[in-house]
C-alpha cells in the first residue's frame, strides 16, 4: 500500500514504515502527525482511488523524528558592466516524519 501526499506545495510517494523529508512542520520530536492531503492511493489488493484534488476519508498517520537543515543553495546576482555583485544564501529546515499507518 503506497500513497501520493502534497505537503509544503511538494508531492512525496510514501508507504508504511518509511522516512521522509518535508517543510517544515509545527510538532516536537515524537509528537503523531495526521497528513490529510492524499492525492492517490493504492490499496494492498490492487485498487487505486485519484482524488480530485484529494481523496476523501483518507489519511497519513507519521510520526516526529527530528528536525534537520536542507543543503545550502547560493544566489549569485550580477550586472555586467556596473561592478554590482550580490550573493546570498538560503537554508529551509525540513522535519524528519517516520510514515507509520495509512488510513482510508
Given at each position: 500500500?503506497?500513497?501520493i501526499i502534497e505537503s509544503g506545495g511538494r508531492q512525496l510517494k510514501v508507504g508504511k514504515g518509511d522516512v521522509v523529508s518535508v517543510?517544515?512542520?509545527d510538532a516536537q520530536p515524537g509528537e503523531e502527525v495526521t497528513l490529510e492531503q492524499v492525492l492517490f492511493l493504492e490499496k494492498d489488493n490492487g485498487d487505486v482511488v485519484a482524488g480530485s484534488p484529494f481523496v476523501a476519508n483518507a489519511k497519513v498517520m507519521a510520526v516526529v523524528d527530528g528536525e534537520a537543515r536542507g543543503p545550502k543553495i547560493r544566489i549569485f546576482v550580477k550586472k555586467r558592466r556596473k561592478g554590482m555583485r550580490r550573493t546570498k544564501g538560503f537554508r529551509s529546515?525540513?522535519?524528519?516524519?517516520?510514515?507509520?499507518?495509512?488510513?482510508?
Open positions: 500500500m503506497f500513497a517543510d517544515r512542520v529546515t525540513l522535519t524528519k516524519l517516520r510514515i507509520t499507518d495509512i488510513k482510508v
